[in-house]
């Protein structure tokens, strides 16, 4: 969604990024690896104009050993603090445990009690998923690919040969296929979970 948060940016919103886990990978308390990741988002970040990013430093890959309560907890917290009003979470097809229990505390630290979110949308994610994503919102990205595409490449410990999911021919062929579907060049898509209009 790098585009997005590019075009959002751009078009003066302030962009938060919320990062639940410490990024140290497989290998536990990694702190070498967990602070390069940091510094790669961060130099990212900065190449897509988000204004602030919050690090819940979690476990990485663990997030299945933690309570949904602290997690729930704890982004609520960010909810408070950023005060959103459209949010973007991971989507519910995916089969990394951490993504998916970040969709669902998310969407209970998103619930329309005390906050003013109009509008939370699911990302996609490139990579091995339970079943098909089914976008049913497309973002023209055209102007802003090469914004995506820097900023990916901040992430040298993330970067894989084609055909892999985390290459950067697989990025632009999935922008190109998104525009398709949608009538433009190049495209992002989501799904609208919830919009509550006033």
Known sequence: ??????????????????I?????????????????????????????????????????????????IEINSALETVIKKINPVVVYIPPDNDLH????????????????????????YAYEILGYVKNQFQPNVYVDIEKNI???????????????DFPSHRSIKSIENLSVRRGIESGLKCAEAFKLIRQIKF
């Open 146 to 160: 090469s914004k995506k595409i820097a900023a990916f490449k901040m992430f040298k410990t993330e970067q894989q």
């Open 20 to 68: 639940v886990t410490d990024g140290s990978g497989h290998k536990d308390g990694d702190k070498k690896r967990s602070l390069q990741r940091k510094n790669d988002c961060q130099k990212a970040g900065n190449i897509l104009g988000i204004s602030e990013t919050i690090f819940l430093d979690y476990p990485d890959t663990k997030l299945d050993q933690i309570s949904q």
């Open 1 to 18: 969604m790098g585009g997005t948060i590019n075009k959002l940016s751009k078009q003066g919103h302030k962009v938060s990024f919320c």
């Open 97 to 120: 445990t951490d993504h998916s229990k970040v969709h669902d505390c998310a969407l209970v630290a998103c619930r329309p009690l005390t906050n003013k979110i109009k509008e939370i």
